[in-house]
């Protein structure tokens, strides 16, 4: 429900949400401020001609109006700041802007927002200045009674003002419900009051502020989004910060997913803790690095914060805490663990891959969303609690364990509850009746019990059909999205190497021609070495079935160092290998009854458990409507 309204700077009296309703002047009949907006209760405000808005920019005092300067932080040091600061090329001012060259000055910063943004490509009809004063004063400018409810997209949202004094709160509301009437297309847009919040700290006038607000808003920049502007793209980027996480800072991810019921409740929050949590001097140097660099930064920062968070807190300290609002009161107070430089370093220290693959990371989980039918705001967030503690039963991991097997899996997978395929106890101990059983399914969990009560298993990302494309041949498919893993005795995962690792591998040209994925020589009692002496380099194999994004890997050509690399699964008549090079992470005969575990190169793991082992049970878990 939304509880907020727009306020006058000099109504005394108090609203819902935190935010003063305007008074009507004594004797007018302005009714109750309480009337219905669609189907849901909203806070309006009631001018009359006592209460009509000036926005004349002749009456703007300057960039600095809208602040409230005795809560602001320490001043700002004054330096000297060189004029041609602004002609530098981008990759200069994005080493200014991380290390805050102009926070120094407000002045500079004000100019080097307006400008930037005025940069940004947008759409060709983008509201502007003029527009503003032309809607703001038909709608509040007017000498009669009128109401003026917050937009729909900011129901359940909250609204940091930052310092600003009662004239920029009531400045904030008025471009809100100016962005409402101009962009009816957004429907669902939490980041908007705060990012609106930031720049009148450093506007001439409102007019100023929503024209630079106007233009991130409709940017057309390929693969670069500012402003998530619905409820499906803004949860798409949750899930994304959240397969972020657990590739980037495992040891938080794992964290969390044992203290926590719902891993993505706690990730659904990121954006909060960027712009609304940090304080002021931490928020606006990231929005002095996300104007140059896009939303691409803002995962970086957060990965940051979630890493710092691990740093400062025990496994035994979360014990029965509530860790979304524990991570919360973290980030407010955050001065007290680390600098904001030191934060900025750590999160340009994280190696992400490229902001087209995050792109499309959002775009598969998107998808995921769009076909469970899930668009618009959900009352209860139980679609993500897809491991049912209560009704799921496995003969080797316990459903906890099972959800920390989940929490690792990409969220567009995760979104769907696990589907027993095939198990050794029901289906026997046939690799024929696997392929039957498993063929059809992409992902699959794989799940290995042996008899020395040893537990461990692998996420593969392709359907086991893929193998009958090498011909005879048993050759490597599957995409870095695959990874093995250990339940007991310890909780560990090991990824594809170059998710680790991206150092490791450069670009290739694209007129380089792709090599064929190596095939093993034999599948147990053998070494794949032999495989990587043909060729240095090796391509990472797109994936063949249409239909699914896999991000971190197709769209990008990267040089390896051999094809060892990229062994991510192979099956034939004789078994199946998990990982190669060096060795392999695991591998199965062609009656499931005897395997083996060592390390390689593909997956940089240990043995899985021990490295000559008889399975006990095995089991292969799909995804219900996946």
């Known amino acids: 429900m939304l509880q907020v309204g727009l306020s006058l700077p000099h109504s005394p009296g108090g609203a819902a949400g935190g935010f003063p309703m305007a008074k009507p002047a004594q004797g007018e009949n302005t009714g109750t401020g309480q009337e219905m907006f669609g189907s849901s209760p909203v806070t309006i405000v009631i001018t009359s001609e006592a209460d009509t808005w000036d926005i004349d920019a002749s009456s703007c005092l300057g960039c600095g109006q809208f602040v409230d300067w005795d809560r602001m932080p320490d001043p700002e040091q004054q330096a000297h700041i060189p004029r041609d600061i602004l002609s530098k090329p981008p990759k200069e001012l994005k080493k200014l802007a991380r290390e805050g060259y102009w926070a120094a000055s407000r002045a500079l910063r004000a100019q080097v927002y307006h400008q930037l943004i005025q940069q940004v490509a947008c759409r060709l009809v983008t509201p502007d200045a003029l527009v503003y004063r032309d809607v703001a004063s038909r709608l509040f400018g007017k000498p009669s009674v009128s109401s003026h409810p917050l937009p729909e997209f900011l129901e359940g949202c909250s609204m940091p003002t930052y310092c600003l004094n009662l004239e920029g709160v009531t400045a904030l509301k008025k471009i809100l419900i100016c962005v409402g009437n101009l962009f009816p297309d957004i429907t669902y847009s939490p980041i908007l009051p705060s990012l609106v919040a930031l720049l009148l700290h450093y506007s001439e006038d409102e007019a100023q502020c929503f024209e630079n607000i106007s233009r991130l808003i409709a940017s057309n920049a390929p693969h670069t989004s500012y402003i998530d502007q619905s409820f499906l793209a803004h949860q798409a980027s949750c899930m994304t910060f959240g397969d972020l996480a657990n590739k980037h800072c495992p040891a938080a991810h794992k964290l969390i997913a044992s203290t926590s019921e719902n891993v993505f409740e706690v990730y659904s929050e990121w954006l909060s803790w960027l712009f609304h949590d940090l304080p002021f001097n931490y928020a606006i140097r990231v929005f002095d690095v996300y104007l140059l660099e896009g939303q691409k930064v803002l995962y970086r920062i957060a990965l940051a914060l979630l890493k710092q968070y691990r740093l400062s807190v025990t496994t035994a300290e979360l014990e029965g805490t509530d860790i979304k609002a524990d991570l919360q009161a973290f980030v407010q107070n955050i001065a007290e663990h680390v600098t904001v430089d030191k934060l900025l370093e750590r999160a340009f220290g994280i190696r992400l891959f490229s902001r087209k693959e995050i792109w499309l990371l959002q775009m598969a989980n998107r998808?995921?969303?769009?076909?469970?039918?899930?668009?618009?705001?959900?009352?209860?967030?139980?679609?993500?609690?897809?491991?049912?503690?209560?009704?799921?039963?496995?003969?080797?991991?316990?459903?906890?364990?099972?959800?920390?097997?989940?929490?690792?899996?990409?969220?567009?997978?995760?979104?769907?509850?696990?589907?027993?395929?095939?198990?050794?106890?029901?289906?026997?101990?046939?690799?024929?009746?696997?392929?039957?059983?498993?063929?059809?399914?992409?992902?699959?969990?794989?799940?290995?019990?042996?008899?020395?009560?040893?537990?461990?298993?692998?996420?593969?990302?392709?359907?086991?059909?893929?193998?009958?494309?090498?011909?005879?041949?048993?050759?490597?498919?599957?995409?870095?999205?695959?990874?093995?893993?250990?339940?007991?005795?310890?909780?560990?995962?090991?990824?594809?190497?170059?998710?680790?690792?991206?150092?490791?591998?450069?670009?290739?040209?694209?007129?380089?021609?792709?090599?064929?994925?190596?095939?093993?020589?034999?599948?147990?009692?053998?070494?794949?070495?032999?495989?990587?002496?043909?060729?240095?380099?090796?391509?990472?194999?797109?994936?063949?079935?249409?239909?699914?994004?896999?991000?971190?890997?197709?769209?990008?050509?990267?040089?390896?160092?051999?094809?060892?690399?990229?062994?991510?699964?192979?099956?034939?008549?004789?078994?199946?290998?998990i990982g190669g090079g060096g060795g392999q992470a695991l591998s199965l005969d062609t009656n499931l009854l005897w395997g083996r575990t060592e390390h390689c190169e593909t997956f940089d793991n240990p043995p899985l458990c021990q490295e000559n082992f008889k399975v006990q049970l095995l089991e292969v878990w799909g995804f219900q409507n996946a």
């Open 367 to 577: 998808k995921a969303l769009m076909e469970r039918g899930i668009t618009m705001v959900q009352r209860r967030q139980s679609f993500h609690l897809a491991v049912d503690m209560q009704n799921f039963s496995s003969s080797i991991v316990t459903a906890q364990e099972m959800r920390i097997i989940w929490s690792w899996i990409p969220e567009r997978f995760s979104l769907f509850p696990p589907l027993l395929l095939f198990s050794t106890s029901e289906d026997g101990c046939s690799l024929q009746r696997f392929y039957t059983c498993c063929e059809g399914y992409e992902p699959t969990v794989l799940l290995i019990k042996t008899t020395e009560g040893e537990v461990c298993g692998a996420f593969l990302s392709s359907d086991w059909s893929e193998r009958k494309k090498s011909g005879a041949t048993s050759g490597f498919f599957g995409t870095g999205e695959c990874f093995v893993f250990t339940v007991r005795p310890e909780t560990e995962r090991y990824e594809w190497v170059f998710i680790k690792k991206p150092e490791l591998a450069k670009a290739v040209p694209r007129s380089r021609q792709r090599s064929p994925s190596p095939s093993p020589a034999s599948l147990l009692g053998s070494s794949l070495d032999g495989c990587s002496t043909s060729s240095n380099h090796l391509t990472v194999p797109a994936p063949q079935r249409k239909g699914r994004l896999s991000p971190f890997l197709a769209i990008r050509h990267f040089l390896l160092p051999s094809k060892t690399a990229s062994m991510f699964m192979s099956g034939s008549q004789e078994g199946i290998v």
